[in-house]
Each structure stands twice: as C-alpha cells, then as structure tokens.
C-alpha cells in the first residue's frame, strides 16, 4: 500500500516536473575535515590555511580526505544589498582566498550556514537570503555547505531545507548539501531528494555515552543510507582526547560501515600518531567508500555487545563491538547473521591480517569498547526474502524476555494471588 503511493506520488512529481537533488554528488560518502568538535568559533584564516597544509603533510588527501570544511563564526555582517561577508576580523582576506587557497592544494572547499534568522552561534542566518547566500558561495568557490537549524522561527524543516536546495541548483555549480536538522523531523523520509547527506541525531559529544546514544538511535534507519544521501550520526571526536584508543577504533569503525560522512574533528596540524593511526586505516576506509553505498544493519544487540553486518561489492563486513566493561566473547554465525553458508574467508581490518577459511561461524575476544572488523569474501546466500531488521527485532525480543523473565513471574504470581483471593472464594 505504501509502495503504491510512493510509486503514484513520484509518477506525478515526474509528470509536474519536480525537481529531485541530482547534483551528482555523494556517491560515496564526503571524507574530510570540519572545525567545530576541536575549535568550535575560536577559527581563523590562518588556522584553515595550516590545516590544509596538514591535509598534505600528514598524507590525508592521498587517502581521500579532501573536504576543508569551516564551521560556524566565519560570518561578519550582511551589506546594505544584503550580500553577506566574513568577519573581517578573522577572516581579513574573504572567503573566496581561503577557498582558492584550499582549491591549489587539491582540497574542495566547505562553509556553514543555518536555515534560520541566526546560527546557532547567533551569527547571520540564510534563511530569506537563500538565492543570495547560494550566489555568494558559488562566486567563493565553495564545495559543500552544511545548513543548520537554529532560530528557525518554528517553520517546518523541509520546506526550509528545499529553498537553499533549489537556491544551491540555481547557481549551477555542484555543491554537497548537508542538512543539519538533528533528525528532528525525520530526515531520512524525505532529505533523499532535497540534501545529499542528513544529521540522524542531535550533536556528538566528547565522550563514550555521547557514541553509544547515537548508534542506539540508528539502528532502524539504516536501510536509509545510499548512493547520493547519506545518514550522518555526526562528525568524528577521533584525536579530541576522552576516547581510548579501542573506543576510538569503534567508533571509526562504525561510522565507516553505517556509511557516513567520514570528517575528522582533530586538530591535524599536530596529530597523536595513534590517532593518524586510526584514521589513515584504509581497509577501514574502503568499506566506507565501498561502490555498493549500503550501511551495515544490526543484527544482533545485547546487553554486552552488537553485532552489526552488510554487504560490500565483494562480499561482506562484520562488526563484532563490545559495550561491556570487560573482554567478552563474541561469536559470528554465517546463517543468522549474514545470511550466507559455504567456505568464507575472514580478513581482520584492524589487524590487517588473513584469519583463514570458516565454515559456519567465527568467534574472536574483543577487549572492552573494542571492536573486530572483518571482511567476509565466498559464500553464498541462503535466503532471497532474509530480512535484517526481523532478525534484529527477534534477538531484540529474545534479549526482553531473557532480562526481564524474573520480573514477569514474579508479576503472573502477584495477579494469580489476586485472582484468587477475588475470584475464588
Ligand atoms: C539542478 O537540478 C537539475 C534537475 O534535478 C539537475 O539535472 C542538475 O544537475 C542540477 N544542477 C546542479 C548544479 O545541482
Ligand atoms: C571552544 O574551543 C576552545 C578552544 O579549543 C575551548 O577552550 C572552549 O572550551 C570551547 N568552547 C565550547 C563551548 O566548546
Ligand atoms: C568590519 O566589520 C564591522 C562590522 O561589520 C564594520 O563596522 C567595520 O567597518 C569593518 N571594518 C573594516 C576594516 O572593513
Ligand atoms: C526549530 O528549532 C528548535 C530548537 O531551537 C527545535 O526544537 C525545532 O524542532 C526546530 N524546528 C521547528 C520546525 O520548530
Ligand atoms: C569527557 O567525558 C566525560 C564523561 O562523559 C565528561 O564528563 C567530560 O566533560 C568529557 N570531557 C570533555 C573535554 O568533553
Ligand atoms: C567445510 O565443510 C566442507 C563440507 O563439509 C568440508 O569439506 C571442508 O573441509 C570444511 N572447511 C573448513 C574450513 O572447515
Ligand atoms: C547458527 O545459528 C543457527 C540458527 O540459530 C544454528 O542452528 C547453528 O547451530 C548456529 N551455528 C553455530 C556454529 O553456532
């Protein structure tokens, strides 16, 4: 029934002639840099500038990172025609300079905006100024613009987030547009055709509870990510401190395999070498990259730990994450949690090692808010109608009635007594 108004729905947006995204953009999640985790406003031209050159000295670029991207408090005042400029405190030579500056090093080229009266950091918004703003940028030079949601004068989010798509079309240059709405009115229905990646959930914090509420909140949108929209649960803390050195490979990891955008948080001019480590993981990389564009699922949670699959071009991933406090066991079955049976060779991502040929099921220890990421080549599927998120929703059930079976007997007693008593006399 609803495939059949999405399919009606779409037949008379091809015959009106609505305008979809199509910027061509995104076909594989952005890899890249973004000011804020680290400098939040405290960011000038000259901080950009070395960043670049971080970019190129520390080797990032040759891997794919290649976005530059600044955050929030670039903005100075609007002109009298409305034309918007950078502070010209701290970004004296314009936007356009450091835009040309990133563009010599072989960088692209990323600003911020709020579709709202005022950014979050009370800056100038764009919101009224969409064609004017989308002008500027486009004269700048600009590559990707991440669109925020503050001071939005409760006006519904889609309507405002397709004025700046149509406004970034009109202008004719291919920008990445990344809408930041915190997942509040549930982008993932709608953002496909108007933004080329959306924001999941509200903003990453500083620390593990901050990663763990995210991946909570996305495990039934994975279905959502592909080729040209993608889920964005926020950019990476890798490098900011407060993270272990497992906790930060988990959390690479999976934001690698749900597909999103990958950009960096770290101050990159001077990098803890585990943490370039980390980042610079290219087999971590290419399944974030991988040409398919399908997140992994979830398909396995439990108090201590989640496993987490998909498919890749050639063949598939497994994330066996541990929550717990300590090393726990966890044990990958080919049938239940892939979906493929037969001879698969295991590679481990991390270790970047050949783990041989199994048959039905690989367990491994995995230390405390660790990870083992591993790529499944051979095999074959067992079910064409094999659905992730009901295999999901039966372990999730499972796990219910296993933690709460006590409760439940002691709550059939408890109305057995009353029916009893009431009922039997
Ligand atoms: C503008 O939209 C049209 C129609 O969807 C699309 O074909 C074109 O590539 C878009 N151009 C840019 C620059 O985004
Ligand atoms: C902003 O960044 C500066 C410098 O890194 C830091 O001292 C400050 O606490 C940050 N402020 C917020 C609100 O995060
Ligand atoms: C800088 O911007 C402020 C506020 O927009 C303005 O009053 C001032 O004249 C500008 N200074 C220069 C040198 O342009
Ligand atoms: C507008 O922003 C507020 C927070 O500033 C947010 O709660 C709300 O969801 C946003 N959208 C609308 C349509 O009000
Ligand atoms: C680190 O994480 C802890 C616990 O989540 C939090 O209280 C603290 O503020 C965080 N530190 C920073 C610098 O964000
Ligand atoms: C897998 O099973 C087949 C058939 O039972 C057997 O011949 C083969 O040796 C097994 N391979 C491994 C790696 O255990
Ligand atoms: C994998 O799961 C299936 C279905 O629950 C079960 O029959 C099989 O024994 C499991 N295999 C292993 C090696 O645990």
Known sequence: MNSMFTTLFCL????????????????????????????????????????????????????GYKYLNIDDCWEG?????????????????????????????GLLFGIYSDAGFLTC??????????????MTYASWGVDYLKYDNCNNGSIPE??????????????????????????????????????????????????????????QQH??????????????PDMLQVGNGNLTIDEQKSHFSLWAALKSPLLLGFDIRNPPADTLEIVKNTEIIAINQDSLGKSVNIVQSTKYFDIWTGELSDGHVALLFN??????????????????????????????????????????????????????????????????????????LREFLINYSVFMLIF???????YIRYFCK
Request: proline content about 3%.
């Open 323 to 396: 929550k717990a406090e300590s090393t726990t066991t966890i044990k990958l079955n080919f049938t239940t949690h892939l979906n493929i049976q037969g001879e698969i060779s295991i590679r481990d991502l991390w270790e970047h090692e050949d783990k041989g040929v199994y048959n039905d099921s690989y367990s491994r220890d995995v230390p405390k808010h660790g990870i083992a990421v591993l790529k499944l080549t051979g095999g074959t599927k067992i079910s064409e109608f094999y659905d992730f998120i009901d295999q999901y929703n039966s372990y999730a």
């Open 158 to 215: 889609q309507g405002r987030y397709e004025i700046m798509r149509d406004s970034l079309n009109a202008t004719g240059r291919p920008i990445f547009y990344s809408i930041c709405e915190w997942g509040t009115s549930q982008p993932y229905l709608w953002a496909d055709s108007v933004g080329n990646s959306w924001r999941t959930t509200g903003d990453i914090a500083l620390g593990w509870s901050s990663i763990i509420d995210i991946l």
């Open 77 to 105: 005042e609007r002109d009298e025609q409305g034309y918007i400029h950078a502070s010209n405190t701290t970004f004296p030579s314009g936007i356009k300079a450091l835009a040309d500056y990133a563009h010599s090093k």
């Open 12 to 63: 008379i947006c091809v015959i009106i002639g609505v305008n979809g995204l199509n910027n061509g953009l995104g076909r594989t999640p952005p890899m890249g840099w973004n000011s804020w985790n680290k400098f939040n406003c405290t960011i000038n031209e000259n901080l950009i500038k070395q960043i670049a050159d971080a970019f190129i000295e520390y080797g990032l670029k040759d891997i």
């Open 412 to 418: 059939i007693i408890v109305i057995f007594q009353y």
């Open 121 to 134: 950091a009370g800056r100038i918004g764009s919101l009224g100024f969409e064609d004017q703003d989308a």
């Open 219 to 232: 495990h039934k949108i994975t279905q959502y990510a592909g080729p040209g929209g993608w889920n964005d």
